[in-house]
């Protein structure tokens, strides 16, 4: 059973930045297409980024264009989301997710997800 682990997540001030990563604890990444979800309070899951395995493909959520930025590190099994000139919306859990395609993370789908991370977006 692959198993996630996020960290990163906490409270920063409104246009700061934080960069969250996800690790496995038993198996490697290879192969496997890494992306990252986000659930505020009383919403729906919200797709925010996925790579693939050789970071050809980068899919990203509209809400989040040009402000996150997904990458992986093959040889240490990581994956991570660069997040900048963060807004309070951005607050929410921050969950990673493996699977063998980008586009099933990207449909909101995956094989395994973590526990989540949250961040707060809050002067």
């Known amino acids: 059973q692959l198993q996630l682990v996020e960290s990163g997540g906490g409270k920063v001030q409104p246009g700061g930045s934080l960069t969250l990563s996800c690790r496995t604890s038993?198996?490697?990444?290879?192969?496997?297409?890494i992306g990252w979800f986000r659930q505020a309070p009383g919403k729906e899951r919200e797709f925010v980024a996925a790579m693939s395995w050789s970071g050809g493909v980068i899919l990203c959520g509209d809400s989040v264009k040009g402000r996150f930025t997904i990458s992986r590190d093959n040889a240490k099994s990581m994956g991570y989301l660069q997040m900048t000139r963060l807004k309070p919306d951005h607050s929410a859990v921050y969950y990673c997710v493996v699977d063998p395609a980008s586009s099933t993370i990207a449909a909101g789908r995956g094989d395994y997800w973590g526990q989540g991370t949250q961040v707060t977006v809050s002067s």
């Open positions: 038993q198996y490697t990444l290879e192969y496997y297409a």
